[in-house]
């Protein structure tokens, strides 16, 4: 499942077995999954721009958002509690007229459909030349979309200064964009809403509708602490752990 032409070119390249490229990749699952009773997952990242809070736009990137009492997942594992703690959120940073915009990347939805083209793809430094070049959300879209083949497949957060927010669900091939204004975008591995790249997955999948629900919880968290009042430091950390 992780073969492609990415760890074929390291290995390739640097004339070595391709499984010691695998190895490098994810020595850590495999050994946190030769532990037992539960594991940190490479496959659990999520990403959550939020325009308005009282310290000014925050973004999260979760990559160990995993809850004790979330248990069944569909591999059946009781979930160790979680690694990551909040951490007190006080002033805004200080402003930055050369930052102008926010992005996370996590992983997409697996997309057992989408047929390959048996096409090798340079990858460009895509992202990095987005933060380098990019002080609108819209300017990075436009970006993420003329360099499609370049990067993912993955989904993408991005937010700027203005509570102008987007997120890019990216196949290999195909991509799907919504935007929003002063509302909060979310995102997690896994998750796909655009009905077009749905039909490139296998959404009877357990796994599929594990990740979906996580979406759900995520959300509604937010939209919970939306209606209480309005989202903090608390509704956010809350919404990055706790689903």
């Not at 070119?9 to 999954?33: N, P, S």
């Not at 000014?56 to 703690?85: C, K, Q």
């Not at 655009?194 to 759900?216: A, G, I, M, S």
Request: negative net charge.
């Amino acid at each position: 499942q992780y073969e492609d032409e990415y760890p074929r070119g390291y290995a390739e390249g640097a004339g070595i077995d391709i499984r010691e490229v695998h190895l490098e990749r994810h020595y850590e699952e495999m050994f946190l999954l030769a532990l037992g009773g539960g594991r940190l997952s490479v496959h659990n990242c999520s990403e959550c721009y939020i325009p308005n809070t009282p310290n000014g736009p925050m973004l999260g990137l979760g990559r160990d958002d995993i809850m004790a009492w979330y248990t069944d997942d569909p591999f059946g594992v009781s979930w160790p509690n979680p690694v990551e703690e909040p951490h007190q959120i006080t002033d805004p940073p200080a402003s930055n007229p050369d930052f102008g915009i926010c992005l996370a990347t996590g992983g997409g939805a697996l997309f057992e459909f989408e047929e390959d083209r048996g096409e090798a793809i340079f990858p460009a430094p895509v992202l990095s030349l987005v933060q380098d070049n990019c002080t609108t959300t819209e300017e990075a879209v436009d970006m993420l979309i003329r360099y499609n083949d370049y990067w993912g497949p993955c989904n993408c957060v991005i937010g700027d200064s203005q509570g102008n927010g987007a997120l890019v669900e990216k196949s290999k091939y195909q991509y799907a964009v919504r935007t929003s204004k002063g509302e909060p975008v979310t995102s997690t591995y896994g998750g796909v809403e655009d009905e077009e790249l749905r039909r490139l997955c296998d959404t009877d999948n357990p796994l599929f509708k594990y990740y979906q629900r996580r979406v759900r919880v995520m959300r509604q968290t937010l939209a919970d602490g939306e209606a209480n009042g309005g989202i903090d430091g608390e509704v956010f950390w809350k919404a990055m752990l706790n689903h």
